[in-house]
């Protein structure tokens, strides 16, 4: 059998420079070893010249029974995906590879099919519904990709913190401002990484006053990634609220919590006094990013003057 193998991928390599079509890979591509069969996909991956015809071969082999050749039709379909043409027998092979047992395959046809603009908000939903996590984070990616605020929305309670993570970060990728309700759920969520990315969010959706109390209540969080959220919240809230709680951010003992409560800071600079006098303190910070913003900030309320 290892000699059939061997025989059989010299003769694809050899057909490799004559630009085969499907048609004359089929043989190949339906071998009974599987090597063969992965070997026939990088083949027409790299020979390919009617796109039409090789795309739906990628999204097929997904079905494939070996894992190695799942896992070769898994990469190419991203390797490939600017030239693959998103036709309805292409589309139909990523659907069906939704439902196969492999998640590594399930994540790769929704996101192939989402990247594609083939998704629909029905279908995606019905995805968040999958028994592994990482298939249903796949699913809200999708659904950003819609802008489909209110099927994110429902996720937001999912058991799994890598989903709700997705959610919070999938909240701030819309950007619309409803989103806030969402952002100040997961806030007081139990997984810091989930805080912290609610948090970070509220910068894109703009942070309300319910969102300021909890952005600088946030800034006292064991966590420095939800303390740099916070000073990212606060970012987008009223300056009468936010400057008084980022210039103590300024001093945080954390440098990722500084810089971002620093940065926060630069456009509140004129007329407050406070502000100046922080980011003066901040021009000689240990972290040379740190400095590097306050003067910035200080250098174009000068030239302003």
């Known amino acids: 059998m290892a000699g059939r193998s061997s025989a059989r991928i010299l003769a694809l390599l050899e057909l490799a420079d004559e630009a085969p079509t499907v048609e004359e890979l089929a043989g190949y591509l339906a071998d009974p070893d599987a090597e063969v069969r992965r070997t026939a996909l990088s083949v ?17 082999a997904l079905a494939d029974p070996d894992a190695g050749v799942r896992d070769r039709a898994i990469d190419l379909l991203a390797e490939l995906r600017e030239v693959l043409i998103a036709g309805t027998e292409f589309a139909d092979a990523l659907r069906a590879a939704t439902t196969q047992p492999d998640p590594a395959v399930r994540i790769a046809a929704i996101g192939s099919l989402w990247r594609h603009g083939l998704s629909t908000e029905a279908e995606l939903t019905g995805l968040l519904n999958d028994s592994v996590e990482y298939v249903r984070a796949e699913a809200i990616l999708g659904l950003v990709s819609l802008d489909a605020l209110d099927a994110i929305d429902a996720a937001a309670a999912d058991p799994s913190a890598t989903v709700r993570l997705a959610v919070a970060r999938a909240v701030a990728a819309v950007g619309d401002p409803r989103g806030v ?29 319910a969102a300021v109390a909890i952005a600088a209540s946030a800034l006292t969080d064991p966590a420095w990634q939800v303390r740099q959220g916070a000073a990212a919240a606060l970012s987008a809230a009223d300056p009468a609220d936010a400057v008084g709680p980022l210039i103590t951010a300024a001093t945080d003992g954390n440098l990722d919590v500084r810089k971002a409560a620093v940065r926060a800071l630069l456009p509140r600079i004129a007329g407050r006094p406070a502000v100046r006098a922080a980011l003066e303190h901040a021009r000689s910070d240990v972290d040379a990013d740190v400095r590097a ?13």
């Open 44 to 60: 027409l991956s790299e020979a390919a010249e009617d796109w039409a015809e090789a795309s739906p071969v990628f999204a097929a």
């Open 181 to 209: 309700t969402t952002l100040i759920t997961l806030s007081g969520d139990s997984d810091p990484l989930v805080r912290a990315a609610a948090l970070n969010g509220m910068a894109a959706t703009g942070c309300t006053e």
């Open 293 to 305: 913003f306050a003067r910035m900030g200080l250098t174009a309320t000068d030239h302003d003057r």
